[in-house]
Nanobody
């Protein structure tokens, strides 16, 4: 199983970024996937999750209405569109795979990407 997150960078507050997570080594369309983030000095926190067919999603309250999770099973890729970014969104963002439906706990995910850094300046 390999997960490769990309798309992070430096953006001003109010700006947008789109993260991608390329998956390989497993049947991507059969797995729910999620995004987490870890800010400096803080524990890894749930951001969003999506079911295998993309039909259901879940979001942390802090990103609802600003972030959108999606996936393209033909490309084995998951995305996180992040709009109206705030300095508080600064973190390393990780993609992960789960055998559960839409879990929010780190412990429910069994494979992780390496992370991509998002920095939002004020």
């Amino acid at each position: 199983v390999q997960l490769q997150a990309s798309g992070g960078g430096l953006v001003q507050a109010g700006g947008s970024l789109r993260l991608s997570c390329a998956a390989s080594g497993f049947t991507f369309s059969s797995s729910s996937m999620g995004w987490f983030r870890q800010a400096p000095g803080k524990s890894r926190a749930f951001v969003a999750a999506i079911t295998g067919n993309g039909g259901s999603t879940s979001y942390a309250d802090s990103v609802k209405g600003r972030f959108t999770i999606s996936r393209d099973n033909a490309k084995n890729t998951m995305y996180l569109q992040m709009n109206t970014l705030e300095p508080e969104d600064t973190a390393v963002y990780y993609c992960a795979r789960t055998g559960w439906r839409l879990p929010t706990s780190v412990n429910a995910y069994d494979a992780w990407g390496q992370g991509t850094l998002v920095t939002v300046s004020s």
